[in-house]
């Protein structure tokens, strides 16, 4: 006797692959900041700098809350360079990240129940 499988579209499996996999990018760049910072992954090559303007426009919301909380303890600001060394509002945008990916996820898993 043969077993007879269908194969349904999920769209929501779909949805959630799509949402891991843009995070999963999100990650990939904010830790390749990291490694730039640390020199692991050199400065001056092109890819150095396509990974420094993408860290920057993904770690902006965590570097305006960071300058603001700076002003508020009378520091003279922060701003990191990369490849200079180690910056924490990368690591801080990190986490915020994954915060962000585990409240969208709990959005998503929603779906399963419609």
Do not use: C
Not at 41 to 63: K, R, Y
Not at 71 to 83: D, E, N, P
């Amino acid at each position: 006797m043969l077993q007879q499988t269908t194969t349904n579209f999920d769209l929501s499996r779909l949805i959630r692959r799509a949402v891991l996999l843009t995070f999963a990018l999100i990650h990939l760049v904010l830790v390749a900041r990291i490694l730039l910072d640390l020199g692991v992954i050199p400065a001056d090559a092109g890819i150095g700098e396509l990974i420094a303007t993408w860290s920057n426009v993904l770690a902006a919301p965590v570097q305006g809350v960071g300058s603001g909380l700076d002003s508020l303890f009378g520091g003279g600001g922060f701003t990191a360079i990369a490849g200079d060394g180690f910056d924490p509002a990368i690591v801080a945008a990190l986490l915020g990240w994954t915060v962000v990916q585990n409240l969208v996820m709990r959005v998503v898993r929603k779906f399963d129940e419609i």
